[in-house]
């Protein structure tokens, strides 16, 4: 059966900066930071304890990643 899921926005890596990032990562946190990036894809006003805009920025937003007790940015985001 197909899924029908609504996203309110596409979350895109620029050329290998996520991935060699990504690939440091346990387990536990490659998950979550996939988990966080299709909630920031999925909901339309997402908390900024995920996405946060960075000030003085245009659409310029940061990814935030809690495993555990520590935080993860993997990258910034234009929305």
Known sequence: MMENRITY????????????????????VKLKIAWTLKLIEEIQQVPETYLKHIEETYGLYEVRVQQGSDIFSPDNYRD
């Open 9 to 28: 926005r596409t979350v895109i890596s620029y050329k290998s900066y996520f991935d060699d990032f990504l690939e440091k990562q346990n387990l536990k």
